[in-house]
C-alpha cells in the first residue's frame, strides 16, 4: 500500500482514478540486470503481453504487491527487481512523486484521462465529457394542492355526517 504522503498527492491521485492505461503510456523502467522496476503505489501492469510485443497488458490490481505478483505468474517473461517490504524510505518516496508527476504532465498535456482539481483539502478526479449541446427540460407545472380535509369545510362535514349516519344504522 502506498503511504499516506503519496495517497494525498494530486498527481498519484489521478494515476489511481485512471480506469484503464491511456494510450501511450510507457513500458516499466529496467535496472541493468534487465528486471523491471515496479514503482511504489504502482496499480498497473506495464508488462506486454509476450516478449517482444509493445501492447500492454493494462491490467488494473489493488496495491502493488499484487501487480508483481501478476508479474510472477502471467508474464512469466519477465523479472521483476527483488522489491524491500514494509514501509517506503523518503527517497523511494520522492522518486515515486516524481514519476507520478512525470505521468501526469506528460498526459494532461496530451489531453488523456481524468483532470484532478484542488478543491478546499479533497481532490477530485473526473473525465472530461465531450462539448454537447445542453438541451433545457421543459418546465412542468406543479400539481394542484390535494382537497383540504378541515372541519368547518363543507365536504368534512358532509363526510363526518355521513359517517355518523351510518355508525347508527
Keep these: 500500500m502506498a503511504s499516506e ?13 485512471l480506469e484503464s492505461l491511456p494510450v501511450g503510456f510507457p513500458m516499466y523502467d529496467v535496472n ?3 528486471d523491471y522496476i515496479v514503482a511504489t503505489g504502482e496499480v498497473f ?10 501492447d500492454l497488458c493494462g491490467r488494473k490490481f489493488v496495491s502493488r504487491g499484487a501487480v508483481i505478483t501478476h508479474l510472477k505468474h502471467f508474464h512469466r517473461h519477465t523479472k ?3 522489491i524491500e517490504t514494509g514501509r517506503s ?3 523511494k518516496l520522492v522518486k515515486a512523486r516524481a514519476y507520478y508527476k512525470r505521468l501526469f504532465t506528460k ?26 449541446e445542453v438541451v433545457q ?18 365536504l368534512w362535514d ?9 355508525g347508527r344504522s
Excluded at 421543459?138 to 363543507?154: A, D, L
Excluded at 358532509?158 to 351510518?166: H, L, M, P, S
Design 32 to 34: 541493468l540486470n534487465g
Design 80 to 82: 521483476v527487481e527483488k
Design 45 to 54: 501492469c506495464r508488462a506486454p503481453f509476450e516478449k517482444g510485443e509493445s
Design 107 to 132: 498526459f494532461q498535456e496530451m489531453n488523456h484521462g481524468p483532470i484532478v482539481t484542488q478543491t478546499g483539502s479533497s481532490v477530485q478526479s473526473h473525465v472530461q465529457p465531450p462539448v454537447q
Design 158 to 166: 358532509q363526510q363526518c355526517k355521513e359517517g355518523t349516519e351510518k
Design 137 to 154: 427540460p421543459q418546465q412542468v407545472p406543479p400539481p394542484p394542492p390535494p382537497p383540504s380535509y378541515t372541519s368547518g369545510s363543507s
Design 5 to 17: 504522503v503519496l495517497n494525498k498527492y494530486p498527481p498519484y491521485q489521478w494515476y489511481i482514478g
Design 89 to 91: 524510505s523518503g527517497v
